[in-house]
């Protein structure tokens, strides 16, 4: 287990010999991040940091289960000194703390309802040698198994012609994820593992390269729940097991019905039309 510190908030070499000088913004945060991780003692398991290649596109496709999963997925490729730039919902780009900070470090926003920008976008940046990273799954999964999957990472590979990197990560959620309230404590072991890359091969669909990153991904995420060195403190305390480990977490279906229920009720929110209209049609009736 590696333990952040503060000699590696201030190491000259954290990011290689020659640093693009256009990344000093995401520089500087990561070194933030790095003392927020000292403060709090967290206690890292990388494995695989060697499959993100040194130079050159790639798409790192994780799992999905925290608030601060890119933090912990970026963690991964800094021994290669690769920045992650990743894809978020646009919304993150408008708040007015984040929103500078998400396009000083060139990550990429994804409105929902249009992602045809973000997608060539991305592909463009991969194209110059970005890495990207993904949550393919969309949302955070409640279940704290791998969710189905957007095609978005599987298109990207083909059009930009780079290999996924499948990813998984765990122990975040037991720090800030769906459903819970934040808990703030020290010493939470997080384990990232980065799979071995995917490559898109001669003739094969996007879906067919998706299902193969899925299973990696699923396969990985397991590996990090089986070896991860903490236990629950109690029954009170195995929320932050999936339900197939003994946890108290849904199972993967009791969330889908609860993710399509949510999904159901904001898109009639969104439909419903505006009081000012409503009254209108109301006199139109009459």
Known sequence: MYTASWRDVVRRDLFGPAPDPRDRPYRFIDRVVLVLFTAFGFRFDVRGSQ????????????????????????????????LVRFMAKSAVFDHW????????MQHIPVDRKAG???????????????????????????SLTVKDLKAGAARMAVNAGVPIIPAAVWGGQRIATKG??????????????????????????????????????????????????DQPAGPEDRWWLPAHLGGTAPTPEEAAATDSVRAAGKAVTAERPHPLKRLAARLGRR
Request: without cysteine; proline residues 8%; charged residues 20%.
């Open 116 to 142: 045809a920008a973000a997608f060539e976008s991305a592909v463009r940046a991969l194209k110059d040698g970005e890495v990207i990273g993904v949550f393919p799954e969309a949302t955070i999964s409640t």
């Open 51 to 82: 499959h993100v290649p040194l130079s050159g596109g790639a798409i790192i496709a994780s799992n999905h289960v925290s608030f601060f999963d890119f933090m912990f997925v970026g963690f991964g490729a800094l021994p290669r000194h690769r």
């Open 180 to 229: 819970h309230k934040v808990q703030w404590r020290r010493g939470v072991p997080v384990t990232v593992i980065l799979g071995e890359p995917l490559v898109h091969e001669p003739g094969e669909k996007p879906q067919a390269l998706l299902r193969r990153t899925k299973a990696a991904m699923e396969a990985l995420l397991d590996e990090a729940q089986r070896s991860y060195p």
């Open 97 to 104: 703390f984040a929103g500078p900070f998400m396009r000083a």
